[in-house]
């Protein structure tokens, strides 16, 4: 058996992105033993860019929880340190985006722009909560914002009503109204109704850009029917850059191909995921009551940050089977050059291990990965059922056609029988039938 043949780059990559994450991880940042100036300077930043208030706050805690400490009491002295930072940029979030600012800007510019920076700052400091429970969860701010006194009218941690207050501002979009009548529509069953929905959204989404993905499909195989000119072409102008691409384009022309058709579908689609996207995530708080298989309580709950609890909390499992559909799916996009489709491979690997990456850094929620593996299970099934089902049934045709001629021209020759009938000449080289009667010498 012939071994495959190995392509360095995706090894490269791979290597060369684990080097760079387990640097990042690794990297130590010499801090000031007092936090207070760089605190203070945070502070002074609330009322003169909340936004980048956050992120200093932020930027405090990855320093100091990466602290190059000469020992365990400066270590957890550190992760003290990073926690009250991120616990800041919570609680200043948290009043950020209080509704009641809001109510109290009157209509207009003024207005938008806070809407605007309450929308950036919710997002930010949404981001430092996560980071506060799931990395600090030991630290005595964590513990402290764990304590159920937050909320409007209610009595609940932290993160947890900064949830509800971003939840508050998303259900006044219609992006959130459609999922959630979705999930209603079937009685908002933790169990069926949540994940239900992601799939009805993921059909929905890849029925309404069929026509566009069909066109898309249509010119990739006209691409490949005349591959072998392309080929010949580049075989003869391999020295002549200029008449190659003049040469092409006459062949293209000839063929009425448009060879930049099969991208034209993709882009206009690209809107279309964005609002699907912004959809999914604007409930995203919503999916914690929703649970998928092994994504529950009584098995993600034991394992915070690493399995998921619900459908709105980061899942390792998924995010990895994400990574597989997303490969395969890539894969599975016909290319009409060969060595196009070798390059393809390739950047298949590439982009779902930057896809993963991004999948680990943010911790998007289950909700939203298990959405897109059900997209690209969706479009492998229909790269399979109109590009390499019809591929392989034409060739499959063609095959017979060939088979057929062959078996015509190496026919026995007729010959006249004894009682004057048509009949084949006999074959002196079979075999005689033997005798088994004949005696043993």
């Not at 033993?33 to 003169?48: C, F, G, S, V």
């Not at 600090?136 to 764990?146: E, L, M």
């Not at 959809?279 to 994504?295: K, L, P």
Request: hydrophobic share 40%.
């Amino acid at each position: 058996m012939k071994a495959p043949k190995l392509h360095p780059l995706p090894l490269v990559f791979l290597l060369a992105w684990g080097f760079f994450t387990a640097g990042c991880g690794m990297q130590r940042y010499q801090v000031a033993p007092d936090p207070k100036p760089r605190l203070d300077h945070a502070k002074t930043l609330e009322t003169q860019s909340p936004v980048g208030a956050i992120e200093e706050y932020m930027k405090i805690a990855k320093e100091y929880g990466s602290g190059d400490a000469k020992s365990d009491v400066e270590t957890k002295k550190f992760r003290e340190i990073a926690g009250d930072a991120l616990a800041r940029a919570v609680g200043f979030g948290y009043d950020t985006i209080d509704p009641k600012r809001l109510d109290n800007t009157a209509a207009g510019i003024a207005r938008t722009e806070l809407e605007s920076l309450q929308f950036q700052a919710g997002d930010k400091a949404l981001m430092a909560a996560r980071d506060l429970v799931y990395q600090y969860g030991d630290t005595q701010a964590s513990i402290k914002a764990n304590e159920a006194k937050y909320g409007d009218g209610e009595s609940l941690p932290l993160k947890v009503a900064l949830e509800r207050r971003i939840d508050s501002r998303n259900s006044r979009i219609y992006n959130y109204k459609i999922i959630d009548s979705m999930i209603k529509m079937t009685g908002s069953n933790p169990y069926f109704s949540y994940w239900f929905a992601l799939l009805a959204v993921a059909v929905i989404a890849k029925g309404v850009t069929l026509p566009l993905t069909l066109k898309s499909f249509k010119s990739q195989r006209e691409m490949q029917k005349i591959q072998p000119i392309i080929k010949a072409l580049q075989e003869k102008y391999k020295d002549d850059k200029p008449s190659l691409n003049t040469e092409m384009m006459k062949a293209y022309k000839e063929h009425n191909i448009n060879p930049l058709a099969s991208c034209f579908p993709m882009l206009i689609q690209l809107p279309f995921f964005i609002w699907v996207y912004t959809s999914i995530r604007y409930y995203e708080f919503h999916f914690g009551h929703g649970y998928f298989f092994w994504i529950h309580p009584s098995i993600g709950g034991h394992f915070k940050g690493i399995l998921g609890g619900n459908l709105s909390e980061f899942d390792l499992i998924l995010t990895l089977l994400y990574a597989l559909s997303n490969i395969i799916t890539m894969r599975m996009t016909p290319s009409p050059d060969p060595a196009a489709a070798q390059q393809q491979k390739q950047m298949s690997v590439m982009m779902t291990l930057m896809m993963l990456y991004m999948f680990l850094i943010y911790k998007w929620s289950s909700a939203f990965t298990l959405y897109w593996i059900m997209t690209n299970t969706i479009g492998a099934w229909q790269s399979w059922v109109y590009i390499y089902k019809p591929k392989r049934m034409e060739e499959a045709a063609a095959a017979a056609k060939r088979g057929g001629s062959v078996v015509d021209v190496q026919a026995k020759p007729v010959s006249a029988t004894a009682d004057g009938k048509s009949g084949t000449a006999p074959n002196n080289g079979a075999r005689k039938p033997m005798n088994r009667n004949r005696k043993k010498r």
